[in-house]
């Protein structure tokens, strides 16, 4: 299982031979290799191979395993490209692709659309905040929101802020020490 994108500035190469359509490893031009990633188990990067003759023809490809300049293995045709042969001096480079960028954002996506988990207590129940690191959230149950009367709080997420240099439990609305 694939877990992790790796990523180098400015990792570009040549082929040091010629790499046929099926090919799974390849040879980069000497002392290059130490450029690129080095993954291991469940790691990857974005190789993109471009003939250096027709710049317009490229194959996007995963590389998996790298042993000093050689590609020990690689995952063929990606991003909706096809596996095409290449001749020795094509190039290699590591590059940011839309398929890599599709994946983080689509990552992204699926954190922000869950929600954290946050501990509730009642006022009275609200552990020392002295505990807590500054921006610890939790929720109030009975805290009291901008306009409510005290004793009458329907509840409201509140924070450790440090007030002077204590560390007290405050109200995300009004930024202020929560009360019930």
């Known amino acids: 299982m694939i877990d992790e994108f790796l990523f180098a500035n400015n990792a570009s190469s040549a082929l040091a031979a010629p790499l046929s ?10 002392g290059t290799g130490i ?6 188990g469940g790691q990857l990067f974005t190789l993109t191979l471009t003939s250096a003759l027709t710049p317009a023809l490229t194959e996007i490809v995963y590389v ?27 190039l290699a480079q590591a590059m940011l692709t839309a398929g890599v960028l599709n994946d983080l954002f689509s990552a992204v996506e699926d954190l922000t659309a869950l929600p954290l988990p946050v501990a509730s207590y009642a006022y009275s129940a609200l552990p020392a905040a002295t505990g807590f690191a500054p921006g610890t959230q939790a929720f109030c149950s009975n805290g009291l929101n901008p306009g409510e009367a005290a004793g009458h ?8 802020k440090l007030v002077g240099a204590v560390p ?4 995300i609305w009004a930024g202020i020490s929560v009360a019930d």
Do not use: H, K
């Not at 042993?67 to 094509?90: F, K, P």
């Not at 709080?153 to 450790?160: E, N, R, S």
């Not at 007290?168 to 109200?171: A, L, V, Y």
């Open 168 to 171: 007290t439990w405050c109200s």
């Open 21 to 30: 359509a099926t090919a799974t490893t390849a040879t980069l031009a000497p």
């Open 64 to 90: 998996t395993e790298m042993a000093g300049d050689t590609i020990v293995s690689m995952l063929r045709a990606q991003e909706g490209t096809a596996a095409l042969a290449w001749n020795m001096g094509d």
């Open 35 to 40: 450029l690129f990633p080095q993954p291991t």
């Open 153 to 160: 709080g329907t509840g409201c997420p509140v924070f450790v």
